[in-house]
């Protein structure tokens, strides 16, 4: 297995967005869907998570509230603002720009022009 | 999921710690679990979970301190919301009440803007620092004569020793008024002028815009003559032309222009022409004529305590010395601002205090519509009550009421001040007014009105809120028309109705005790008539050297002048009443027969007049004769004494022969008592007649004289011919001044007759604003009691028995506030003392008449309500429930 990858802050906020797309999540859950959803590829650890989790709810793009886990413990659980919905699509359509244009130059066959 | 949505209001610093605290182990233990699940050990299990955890503890405390930073920013917005729901629900019940919502902002706009424009005039008057640079320490010098208790300017020989024993200032200097003739094309002109001692621009530090200051040896008597214009003069007679500098301009001798003043040189005057003044042996012998504006700049650290010491113990020294004529003057030390202020600061002073009642009115007048408005919604605020808000909730709503009323109303009032202001300002200049050009709507006046905004605010709002909150205890959830309104209410719409009407009386007691002044001033007789009375001045000491063709003069011009056509009579004299112009004489005097020690001489103004002078002023002659032609040089020198000298001197002996030695202008000349003439108020009303004679023109011919000349018609219509007349023999002379007796009288009541115009007004608005509020009151007691008055005619009751039922809940009301306030105002009148002339500040008459009006008022505030209960029909009052 490969170490892995180390991530940016801001990396960290659109994931922890994204995995709150489907709905509410505890801090746990989201861990895990992104360990799952990137096959452990991703360096993110909890402590980071957690803390991005807490700055976007500061910033008003997560509200937490807490609720009942699956396993009937106190859990505490956030869900995206309209206001978080609104920053995953913008940091979403600046990441693939940001990747594609990595991505074009990395594909350069040879240079041009 | 079954989520239970639980949320403190807040949390608290340990609640959080808890909270994070849970979450991180929460977070532990399922991934432990997740990984036991796998395979691994418990603490194999728990081990990894930490490290992929990372830093617990450092991740607890960031987490904390977010969370805290969230927790204060979701109150702070929380607080936020709240109030604009309070603000928009205040807005969209005030729009529901139109008519109530617009009386409320006008009659809040009204008095915030009031007060703003008298605010905005006291803030330039009296608060805002003078346009000289670190003007607070800028000090004029006076004489003060004990005896006569007037203070007077300083005469140049005391200045002098002033200037050279005084320590406290930088240097002490001073201006003295002058005069400059202009001959160049077109009629000569007097120029007004300042002659500056060394020191004066410095002590101002006033700069010139072209050119340089005087130098030193310009300011040495016999060296290089020159002048500085003053701003003014440059642009009108000069086209503010650079190159006027180094010119040569010809007055009694020729004078090369130095520099330009800027306007800010305004003190003691502005003026066309200054020139420096040095200092002869002579001028250290004189004494006794005072006419000099001495300013003094405090050295860095000198308090004013100091200086007056200093000056108070010079004082005592030069009346040591010069027994004779400083035997009682003593020199006060006053803040050029508080001088130049002067009489004006009481009265500005007691305006504002007169708005701020206004205001008061204003604001009580609100808080009562509020009450009643609150009454008419109490079932609403009951609902909202048994709804779960709490008193305070519901004192904070009616409150968020108040104050978007008074901010709607301050807003309305700074835009009335914005608009009144320049009326106000050119009121205050014609009423002469100091310092008009500094009044504006500045940083402080704007404050000012955003305090009062917030007063307001809390004023109006405070009593309706605790009283109507008191009432919100979910009692009175079903109470419809007919419940009768609490007692509580009932009270407070009383006492408050009971205050406007106090506030107003105060207001309306000093109106009278101002108008009760002016009276009794204008009933004076000053001695004189001031009707139809033209002035001119002219100075011709140089035109005319010799004494005897000063004399021949003034007799030529003034046989050409009485035969115009439209000329009653005309005279002269070297100093008329009413008049800044010409010199104040008053030297001591000695009287045959009697010996006084050195400074006990009795002391009188003397006023060179012509022979016509008499009738020309309408000055009655009590005994003896009047001057003749014949009281000329060579003759018997004579005098005629007026009627307090008369009585002084000679008490119940006939003044006729008796003879006076003058000490003043040359060798002593004993003079004869030819004749007695009624007083003369000099400064005009309010003055008590001085000691004064009058010495025939043609024996001691003086240089400067006003002509008066009482005119058929009006006196301007003469002003042309007149100084044709003059200038047929003598083309080049100037006039230094040209004015109507009545001007100048008028201008010596302008200022009070603008206050009083002014606390007039004040007092009729607050008369206004408490009847609307006693109309208000009673209306609804009678609207409230509709069913019992009803119930009352049904039985029988004559309808003007309830007409005088309510007539007399009204004038009870207004008795309470009449008596409240008349209570109030015999402790602040004494505020005003000082405006006040002729009358006491308990002046019955102004009591009663306030009094008499407020009653009247009030009753006919209360008669419109009385009437209609007059017209209630019973069967419709009962049927109304």
């Known amino acids: 297995m490969r170490p892995p990858l180390a991530l940016l802050q801001g990396t960290v906020d659109i994931l922890v967005l994204k995995a709150l797309s489907f709905g509410s999540q505890h801090g746990y859950g989201i861990s895990r869907w992104i360990r799952e959803r990137s096959e452990g590829a991703l360096g993110l650890e909890d402590a980071g998570l957690y803390q991005a989790l807490h700055r976007l709810e500061r910033r008003g793009q997560v509200t937490a509230s807490w609720g009942a886990s699956e396993n009937n413990r106190r859990a505490r659980y956030y869900e995206l603002t309209a206001e978080g919905r609104r920053a995953l699509r913008a940091e979403t359509g600046t990441w693939r720009q940001y990747a594609a244009a990595v991505f074009r130059v990395l594909d350069a066959r040879q240079a041009e022009g | ?881």
């Not at chain 2, 949390?11 to 959080?16: A, C, F, G, V």
């Open chain 2, 1 to 881: 999921m079954g989520r239970i949505q639980f949320r403190w209001p807040w949390r608290k610093r340990t609640d959080i710690g808890i909270e994070v605290d849970e979450e991180v182990r929460f977070h532990l233990d399922m991934r432990a679990e997740e990984l036991m699940g796998d395979g691994l050990s418990r603490t194999e299990a728990r081990r990894q979970a930490l490290a992929e955890f990372g830093d617990v503890e450092g991740a607890r405390v960031t987490l904390g301190r977010t969370d805290r930073a969230t927790e204060v920013a979701r109150r702070r917005r929380m607080l936020a919301e709240e109030w604009w729901r309070d603000v928009t629900l205040a807005v969209r019940s005030l729009r529901r009440a139109p008519s109530f919502t617009a009386v409320a902002v006008l009659t809040l706009g009204l008095g915030i803007g009031l007060s703003a424009v008298v605010f905005s005039v006291v803030n330039g008057v009296l608060l805002r620092p003078l346009a000289y640079p670190d003007a607070h320490r800028l000090v004029t010098l006076w004489q003060l004569d004990t005896q006569k208790g007037e203070r007077e300017k300083p005469a140049p020989a005391n200045f002098l020793d002033w200037r050279d024993r005084a320590r406290s200032f930088t240097q002490l200097s001073a201006a003295i008024p002058y005069g400059f003739d202009l001959r160049r094309d077109g009629d000569p002109v007097a120029l007004s002028a300042f002659l500056l001692t060394s020191g004066f621009l410095e002590n101002l530090a006033i700069q010139p815009i072209v050119g340089r200051l005087f130098l030193p040896e310009e300011y040495e008597p016999g060296g290089p003559k020159a002048v500085m214009l003053s701003e003014g003069l440059w642009r009108t007679r000069f086209g503010a032309d650079p190159g006027i500098i180094g010119q040569t301009l010809d007055f009694d001798y020729p004078y090369q222009v130095v520099g330009v003043l800027p306007a800010a040189l305004d003190y003691p005057a502005r003026a066309d022409i200054y020139a420096p003044r040095g200092f002869t042996d002579q001028d250290r012998t004189l004494r006794v004529q005072t006419y000099y504006n001495v300013v003094g700049r405090l050295k860095p650290g000198v308090t004013m305590a100091q200086v007056r010491d200093e000056m108070d113990r010079i004082g005592a020294d030069l009346r040591r010395e010069y027994p004779v004529a400083n035997a009682r003057v003593t020199v006060p030390v006053l803040p050029l601002l508080d001088h130049i202020t002067g009489t004006v600061r009481e009265a500005l002073w007691v305006l504002l205090g007169a708005v701020a009642l206004v205001l008061l009115i204003a604001c009580v007048n609100i808080a009562n519509l509020l009450l009643a408005r609150g009454l008419a919604r109490r079932s609403e605020i009951a609902v909202r009550a048994a709804l779960g808000a709490g008193r305070a909730r519901i004192a904070r709503q009616l409150l968020v009421e108040s104050g978007v009323l008074a901010v709607a109303g301050g807003v309305a009032g700074v835009a009335v001040s914005a608009l009144a202001l320049p009326a106000v300002i050119h009121a205050a200049a014609s009423a002469g007014l100091p310092r008009v050009e500094s009044i504006a709507l500045d940083g402080r006046v704007l404050g000012a009105a955003i305090l009062a905004t917030v007063v307001t605010a809390l004023v109006s709002g405070l009593v309706p809120a605790w009283i109507l909150s008191s009432g919100s205890d979910g009692l009175i959830v079903r109470g419809g028309r007919g419940a009768g309104q609490p007692a509580g209410t009932k009270r407070a719409g009383s006492v408050l109705v009971a205050a406007e009407v106090a506030i107003a009386l105060v207001l309306l007691v000093g109106a009278g005790l101002l108008g009760q002044s002016l009276r009794r001033l204008l009933s004076e007789d000053l001695g004189f008539a001031t009707d139809r009375r033209l002035l001119l001045t002219a100075h011709f000491w140089d035109q005319f050297p010799e004494p005897a063709q000063r004399a021949a003069f003034m007799e030529q011009v003034l046989g050409r002048i009485e035969v115009l056509p439209g000329v009653i009579a005309a005279g002269a004299g070297s100093a008329l009443p009413l008049s800044l112009e010409g010199s104040e004489m008053d030297p001591p005097f000695g009287v045959e027969g009697r010996a006084y020690e050195p400074g006990q001489e009795p002391t009188a103004r003397v006023t060179y007049v012509t022979p016509g002078y008499f009738a020309a002023m309408r000055i009655p002659l009590l005994k003896g004769r009047l001057f003749e032609g014949t009281d000329r040089a060579g003759g018997t020198p004579v005098v005629i004494v007026g009627e307090a000298m008369a009585d002084r001197i000679w008490p119940g002996e006939d003044p006729i022969g008796k003879r006076i030695s003058g000490r003043f202008r040359g060798p002593p000349v004993v003079r004869e008592v030819v004749g007695v003439v009624k007083d003369v108020r000099h400064t005009g009303y309010g003055e008590a007649p001085r000691l004064e004679y009058y010495i025939p023109h043609g024996q001691t011919p003086f240089g400067s004289m006003t002509i008066v000349v009482h005119t058929a018609q009006d006196p301007s219509a003469l002003l042309r011919p007149v100084q044709k007349e003059v200038w047929a023999l003598k083309g080049d002379l100037t006039f230094s001044g040209t004015e109507s007796m009545e001007s100048l009288l008028a201008g010596t009541l302008a200022v009070r007759r603008v206050i009083l115009m002014t606390i007039g007004l004040f007092a009729g608005m607050g008369a206004v604003l408490a009847a609307m509020g006693i109309y208000g009151v009673i209306s609804l007691g009678v609207a409230q009691r509709t069913r019992e008055l009803g119930v009352r005619m049904a039985l029988g009751a004559a309808p003007s028995s309830l007409k005088v039922m309510v007539l007399r809940q009204g004038i009870g009301l207004a008795a309470v506030g009449i008596i409240t306030g008349g209570l109030s105002a015999i402790g602040l009148s004494r505020l005003m003392a000082s405006l006040l002339y002729g009358t006491t500040p308990t002046d019955p008459w102004s009591f009663a008449a306030a009094a008499l009006m407020l009653g009247v008022v009030a009753a006919l505030a209360a008669w419109v309500p009385a009437r209609r209960a007059t017209r209630v029909d019973p069967l419709v009052a009962l049927r109304s429930e």
